[in-house]
């Protein structure tokens, strides 16, 4: 649910990283928003401004410095329709984990 409270700062992020998010919507089933935000609980307060019923909610996160190159490999890997993939949750987070590893050496 959108809270005009939350803290939209993340001083914790190192220079140059992103995340990589998973956000998901009761209204769009088996369908999940994979995306890149310096801070993903600003863009999920965004997100829930257009939805009536705030029904937008966070997945699943990792911050990669390599955010573009995780972000449309996932897209390109699961054919994805703009930034929407239709897909098992686990199964798009292991692939942007695997992304993740494979640019960051982890």
Excluded at 31 to 51: C, E, F, I, M, P
Excluded at 94 to 104: E, H, L, P
């Amino acid at each position: 649910r959108y809270n005009k409270n939350i803290k939209v700062e993340d001083s914790n992020m190192p220079v140059g990283f992103k995340y990589i998010y998973i956000f998901s919507n009761p209204a769009f089933p088996n369908q999940y928003k994979v995306g890149q935000a310096k801070n993903w609980k600003k863009r999920l307060n965004q997100y829930q401004t257009s939805d009536p019923s705030r029904g937008y909610k966070c997945e699943f996160s990792i911050q990669t410095k390599e955010y573009s190159y995780v972000e449309k490999s996932t897209h390109k890997y699961f054919n994805a329709n703009k930034e929407w993939v239709k897909a098992d949750l686990k199964e798009i987070i292991n692939k942007i984990k695997y992304y993740s590893k494979k640019v960051n050496g982890k």
